[in-house]
């Protein structure tokens, strides 16, 4: 099977003008984004010509930018093919913008890509291995937009104003939602200047979102792809239309990484479409969203993360590499919640779990 490495392996000798950008560069960016390049990549008060990827392999902290996130050996095989390939090796990368904050329950980064003989691509970073990146995620289910969402959309009116002509935005889990809801948010005469919003393996948005923010109005423009065992990309509402790839990883947690997605040629391979587990989750989880109340929503996932916080657990890899011994801190953590908070929280959890028994 093949992957996006692959595809830039058999294809990187092709600029963009010989082959177009297409839904697998896409894919390839929006990996890109998770890159920790807040010491390379100038700002928007900085460089204003930005730094070409050849340059920022110079000098490089691979331990900081690239292997200290998931998927590590892949990251690095991407990073090489893309400096050895005609196709992006001149890229040039600007208006870097990276804030994190976990009082405000925020984790965002972006930056601009100007491709030689393709339009400029704004990716925006999904979420990462930590634990205010998963509660980011969770934030989504609320019927307001959460603090990442608009600076995303403060990102593209600002990027737009350096930006000559039309272009695109792509993203990968949160940084595809982040996509789609600056383009929603973004002011009209920028708004028609998208010309395509990549999506992979996205979560939605709540259907108050989608009225308020006008969702009908770019929705022609998405263009979302999901594994065969999504668990991400089919929460909430969004997108009607979608791409169902195929994945050689086993499980919808592990079909999440984008290196496990199949390509052929230069798209991705299609399955017929996403398997039941996943749509009984996609329902049992929208019918249990809409039934809470925001107060509701937002009493558990504060008592969720409450008590994650309370295990230690700081990343994800943190809590795979023992999982016996973080289920054994969440237990403890769980039992010293007061009688109340433990109480809506079992509630909770227990209407949840009769959704997906209905739905089975």
């Known amino acids: 099977m093949k992957n996006i490495v692959d595809y830039l392996n058999e294809y990187g000798d092709r600029g963009f003008d010989d082959l177009a950008f297409n839904e697998v560069d896409g894919l390839i960016l929006a990996q890109f984004s998770y890159f920790r390049w807040d010491k390379v990549i100038p700002g928007f008060l900085e460089d204003e010509d930005g730094i070409s990827i050849s340059e920022m392999a110079k000098n490089v902290d691979a331990d900081y930018v690239y292997k200290s ?11 090489d093919a893309m400096l050895r390939s005609k196709r992006y090796k001149d890229m040039r990368c600007n208006y870097y913008s990276d804030e994190t904050n976990e009082d405000a329950q925020m984790q965002f980064a972006a930056f601009t890509c100007f491709l030689k003989g393709a339009l400029p691509v704004i990716v925006f970073r999904g979420t990462d291995g930590t634990v205010v990146g998963w509660r980011e995620d969770f934030n989504m289910a609320f019927s307001k937009p959460y603090a990442g969402q608009r600076l995303a959309s403060l990102y593209v009116n600002q990027a737009a104003l350096r930006i000559h002509g039309d272009f695109i935005l792509s993203g990968h889990s949160k940084g595809g939602n982040l996509a789609a809801f600056s383009a929603m948010n973004a002011v009209t005469g920028i708004r028609e200047r998208i010309k395509n919003i990549y999506c992979y393996d996205s979560p939605g948005f709540r259907k108050e979102i989608l009225s308020e923010y006008g969702y009908d109005a770019i929705s022609s423009r998405i263009r979302k792809f999901m594994p065969q065992s999504s ?37 991705f391979e299609k399955a017929d479409e996403i398997k039941r587990s996943s749509k009984v989750m996609k329902k049992s989880m929208n019918e249990w969203v809409m039934e809470l109340n925001e107060d509701e929503l937002e009493m558990f996932v504060d008592t969720l993360f409450d008590v994650i916080s309370a295990s230690g657990a700081k990343s994800v890899p943190q809590i795979m590499a023992d999982k016996k011994a973080w289920l054994s801190a969440v237990r403890s953590a769980t039992a010293n919640l007061d009688d109340e908070k433990k109480s809506n929280f079992r509630n909770i959890m227990k209407e949840l779990f009769d959704a997906i028994y209905r739905n089975r």
């Open 231 to 267: 668990i991400v990309g089919i929460l909430l509402e969004g997108a009607k239309d979608y791409v169902t790839v195929k994945s050689n990883a086993l499980g919808g947690a592990f079909q999440h990484n984008p290196y496990s997605w199949s390509v052929s040629d230069t798209y």
């Open 69 to 79: 996130q998931l998927y590590p050996e892949d990251n690095e095989k991407l990073f």
